[in-house]
């Protein structure tokens, strides 16, 4: 019941997004190629053209000025497709992916905005990966999964430290190996959903990944039928924004999804009002998402660029006039006033989602938190099965 009343809510605060068609990217239609944002401008390149080249050509798009142009080409002999992409400050930098005659990089490159040029860097040590995901903190980079030139799809989990140029495995994920699976960061959660396993299953788990302990938990399944694969998973500043792909029955979609951390629930946006696709470039610069080419049902590549404004943000879902929480920021109590009686029930989360506290206001009107260590937490208030509110509250 909680999250069918979430639900409810979190749709109809979306109801007013739209997407918007931009200009198209002036090069061959593709799919399989990356996307990145740094400052005002999102940078596209690489995947399998039309026609069944490789690209290894870039173009940087303006973000105010709706317009393309073209930069650096990665070096000769550096076409791929299914590369894995990360930033840091005025970089980007391609890892691995597919080349030709079945080659599978294992070379990391760096490109620089300001000098419009490439550096070689050290490369991921074992195995190529095609189609692995990354999750970025920072100086940190995490990479998740991929598939050999073996083909087998790899459960390694790999760090790279940008600083010293340096690599170190991590855990393997614990769940199986997964290429093509989706992955992004939010409040310093790492997330991880949906690709293929050595089956060839298209899976449907969402999973958390704790950097500071190297371990991932399991959050839910898609509260939707099918698993998918080459899905867009990317963080606004307050959500996760899941967009297209494919399932095991070859449907190809068009929807667009929104996730709530702080009440573990997904919302349905507005559908792209064109064909599903997969295996597109995807970025976001702040609210606004922006998926570029791909290719659709029928085969066919594509050179079209879409833009969705995010929810800027989730409010929290309660009225005033029926409880206060205070203080706030908190030390070792919080209290309550309720302006009607109820049978009240708190669930005390952090920014991961994870339980922490539950307690039932039954004889008291307060809450002890002297357990909790500092950071950001997230009170969901209930009178019996009805969800009343929610409220953010910190911990000094």
């Given at each position: 019941?909680?999250?069918?009343?979430?639900?409810?809510?979190?749709?109809?605060?979306?109801?007013?997004?739209?997407?918007?068609?931009?200009?198209?990217?002036?090069?061959?239609?593709?799919?399989?190629?990356?996307?990145?944002?740094?400052?005002?401008?999102?940078?596209?390149?690489?995947?399998?053209?039309?026609?069944?080249?490789?690209?290894?050509?870039?173009?940087?798009?303006?973000?105010?000025?709706?317009?393309?142009?073209?930069?650096?080409?990665?070096?000769?002999?550096?076409?791929?497709?299914?590369?894995?992409v990360f930033t840091h400050l005025n970089s980007f930098?391609?890892?691995?992916?597919?080349?030709?005659?079945?080659?599978?990089?294992?070379?990391?490159?760096?490109?620089?905005?300001?000098?419009?040029?490439?550096?070689?860097?050290?490369?991921?040590?074992?195995?190529?990966?095609?189609?692995?995901?990354?999750?970025?903190?920072?100086?940190?980079?995490?990479?998740?999964?991929?598939?050999?030139?073996?083909?087998?799809?790899?459960?390694?989990?790999?760090?790279?430290?940008?600083?010293?140029?340096?690599?170190?495995?991590?855990?393997?994920?614990?769940?199986?190996?997964?290429?093509?699976?989706?992955?992004?960061?939010?409040?310093?959660?790492?997330?991880?959903?949906?690709?293929?396993?050595?089956?060839?299953?298209?899976?449907?788990?969402?999973?958390?990944?704790?950097?500071?302990?190297?371990?991932?938990?399991?959050?839910?399944?898609?509260?939707?039928?099918?698993?998918?694969?080459?899905?867009?998973?990317?963080?606004?500043?307050?959500?996760?924004?899941?967009?297209?792909?494919?399932?095991?029955?070859?449907?190809?979609?068009?929807?667009?999804?929104?996730?709530?951390?702080?009440?573990?629930?997904?919302?349905?946006?507005?559908?792209?009002?064109?064909?599903?696709?997969?295996?597109?470039?995807?970025?976001?610069?702040?609210?606004?998402?922006?998926?570029?080419?791909?290719?659709?049902?029928?085969?066919?590549?594509?050179?079209?660029?879409?833009?969705?404004?995010?929810?800027?943000?989730?409010?929290?879902?309660?009225?005033?006039?029926?409880?206060?929480?205070?203080?706030?920021?908190?030390?070792?109590?919080?209290?309550?006033?309720?302006?009607?009686?109820?049978?009240?029930?708190?669930?005390?989360?952090?920014?991961?989602?994870?339980?922490?506290?539950?307690?039932?206001?039954?004889?008291?009107?307060?809450?002890?938190?002297?357990?909790?260590?500092?950071?950001?937490?997230?009170?969901?208030?209930?009178?019996?099965?009805?969800?009343?509110?929610?409220?953010?509250?910190?911990?000094?």
């Amino acid at each position: 019941m909680k999250l069918l009343i979430t639900f409810i809510f979190l749709s109809n605060a979306f109801l007013g997004q739209t997407w918007t068609q931009l200009a198209d990217l002036p090069a061959t239609e593709r799919d399989d190629g990356v996307a990145v944002h740094i400052n005002n401008k999102a940078y596209f390149g690489t995947g399998l053209l039309a026609g069944f080249t490789l690209g290894r050509d870039f173009y940087a798009y303006d973000l105010s000025a709706n317009t393309w142009s073209a930069i650096a080409s990665m070096p000769t002999g550096s076409e791929r497709q299914y590369a894995t992409v990360f930033t840091h400050l005025n970089s980007f930098y391609v890892l691995s992916g597919a080349g030709y005659s079945n080659a599978v990089f294992t070379d990391l490159q760096r490109y620089d905005v300001a000098t419009d040029s490439w550096t070689a860097l050290t490369g991921k040590p074992g195995n190529g990966l095609i189609g692995a995901s990354c999750l970025e903190y920072g100086n940190k980079i995490i990479i998740v999964g991929g598939k050999f030139q073996s083909g087998v799809v790899s459960d390694e989990v790999w760090e790279y430290t940008i600083s010293s140029n340096t690599w170190v495995q991590k855990n393997n994920f614990p769940f199986g190996g997964r290429w093509r699976a989706s992955a992004s960061v939010l409040n310093g959660v790492g997330y991880l959903m949906f690709g293929k396993d050595n089956n060839q299953s298209f899976r449907k788990e969402m999973y958390s990944y704790n950097y500071t302990t190297d371990t991932w938990t399991k959050v839910m399944d898609f509260p939707q039928p099918k698993g998918r694969a080459y899905s867009a998973l990317k963080a606004s500043t307050t959500q996760l924004v899941l967009f297209a792909g494919y399932d095991t029955l070859n449907t190809y979609y068009n929807d667009v999804w929104y996730y709530n951390p702080f009440l573990v629930a997904w919302s349905a946006g507005p559908n792209l009002p064109a064909a599903g696709r997969k295996g597109g470039m995807s970025c976001i610069a702040g609210d606004k998402f922006y998926y570029s080419c791909g290719i659709n049902v029928s085969d066919v590549r594509l050179k079209e660029t879409w833009m969705i404004d995010v929810p800027v943000e989730i409010k929290e879902n309660y009225d005033n006039n029926i409880f206060v929480v205070y203080p706030n920021p908190i030390n070792d109590k919080i209290y309550f006033n309720f302006s009607r009686q109820g049978n009240y029930t708190i669930e005390l989360m952090d920014v991961s989602s994870k339980l922490i506290l539950k307690q039932t206001l039954s004889n008291s009107n307060r809450m002890d938190v002297s357990v909790l260590e500092k950071g950001i937490y997230f009170l969901i208030i209930f009178d019996g099965i009805e969800q009343v509110g929610v409220k953010k509250i910190i911990k000094e």
